[in-house]
């Protein structure tokens, strides 16, 4: 492709992830505020027909007077706000995204094969299976439960932990992580599409024609968008963990993963809690702890620097030696014109000993610390040359 191409390609997925921010942060806004809403309301202090609670508030310079209409309001309004678009918008955006960065190149983000040997074709399939399949047993738990939460509750939990799982046993960790994200988002953008507004079109058809709405579409609708809220912290972690090694690349990824998300769901608890006047706050130290925990786990240990002439086998290696390993396995993508991408993934460029000095920090951090470069070691990175280049970084240190 001409530079030119590789221009546009990119400032189009620039674009897209950009919608797709936007759309995520006015879904997670509206969700919410609605969830603060409902439980925030208050029994109305003067009694009108069908007006199950009542909420004031202040802002922007006004007062605004909310209230909640059980079953419905004796003449239904002709304007509704419906909440889905913001939903659809950013999981077909999401999907694109992955389409676009994951799928189109399983061999260097899907693919790692000291996980999973997988066939480009197999990591593509395992992918679309997780999200569809991931909605597919979770609807179907639903369904078989019914409304006993605490139970469901459980189940659920151990679903997620069960993803958590499969996910680090199939995929390169980078993408492990963000598969979960993606099928826990499918889950939500899919109870909205399936089940909360279906069930709220038939209540108002039902209002509309004068009879009596069938009160289990509306039970069922509140139970997925209370499992929504709880699913949304995770999310947005599992998303953003992509630009955090340290978490995806530990040898027990499955367990940080499981222990950030909880960790999530407990503060997001504190929260709702919030909402209805309580302040719960073992929850937020429950969830403040647990990070700080999960944090303190995946603290790299110090390295020491080895004693100059202390074996003549382990004499440090030159830029130069360094530079040869680079060169075979690194400047693909780290090239100012790489051959496996459009530009050097953070600006990062490798193809000369200056510049390899300049980011000796981070090179060893990822290739030896971490081995999360190459990426699904795809150009077969090998222990030797990764040896050599933690022998080189420690010989540099003072």
């Known amino acids: 492709m001409s530079v030119a191409t590789d221009f546009w390609i990119e400032a189009a997925s620039f674009l897209l992830r950009w919608l ?18 409902d439980r925030a309301l208050k029994p109305p202090r003067h009694y009108e027909p069908r007006v199950h609670g009542e909420l004031w508030s202040v802002h ?13 309001p004796e003449q239904l309004p002709e304007d509704l706000h419906w909440s889905k678009w913001k939903s659809y918008t950013t ?60 139970l469901l509750g459980a189940i659920v939990a151990a679903f997620v932990l069960g993803l958590c799982f ?14 979960v994200g993606a099928t826990l988002a499918t889950i939500m953008s899919a109870n909205v599409f399936f089940v909360i507004i279906p069930g709220q079109k038939r ?41 955090y090694a340290p978490a995806h690349a530990h040898q027990h990824a499955w367990i940080v993963l499981a222990l950030f998300m909880l960790a999530g769901a407990l503060i997001r608890q504190f929260f709702v809690l919030w909402h209805s006047g309580g302040r719960a706050w073992w929850l937020l130290a429950l969830g403040g702890g647990l990070l700080l925990a999960t944090f303190t786990w995946l603290a790299p240990h110090p390295q020491a620097a080895p004693a100059p002439g202390s074996s003549p086998d382990l004499a440090a290696p030159s830029t130069a030696q360094v530079q040869a390993v680079l060169a075979q396995r690194c400047v693909q993508c780290h090239a100012r014109a790489p051959t496996l991408m459009p530009s050097a993934p953070l600006g990062a460029v490798f193809e000369s ?13 990822q290739t030896v610390l971490l081995k999360i470069m190459p990426p699904g070691n795809l150009t077969q990175m090998t222990d030797e040359e990764r040896e050599l280049i933690d022998r080189w970084y420690l010989a540099r240190r003072p």
């Open 203 to 243: 209540m108002v058809a039902a209002l509309a024609r004068g009879e009596t709405p069938d009160p289990l579409p509306g039970k069922r609708g509140k139970q997925r968008s209370v499992h929504n809220t709880y699913f949304t912290l995770p999310v947005v972690f599992a998303m953003l963990s992509i630009h």
């Open 166 to 179: 499969l996910a680090t046993q199939l995929f390169a960790s980078r993408a492990a992580f963000l598969l």
């Open 353 to 365: 000993e200056t510049e390899i000095e300049q980011r000796a920090d981070k090179l060893h951090q």
């Open 60 to 72: 922007g310079g006004g007062f605004y007077h909310k209230r909640k209409f059980l079953p419905a």
């Open 91 to 150: 999981w077909l955006s999401g999907f694109a995204l992955l389409a676009i960065l994951y799928l189109a190149q399983p061999g260097i983000w899907l693919i790692d094969s000291a996980v999973a040997a997988l066939t480009p074709a197999q990591a593509i399939a395992a992918a679309l299976g997780f999200l569809a399949g991931g909605y597919v047993v979770y609807d179907g738990v639903c369904r078989l439960v019914g409304f006993r939460d605490a």
């Open 20 to 37: 797709h921010v936007v759309a995520a942060i006015a879904w997670i806004g509206e969700s919410f505020y609605f969830v603060m809403l």
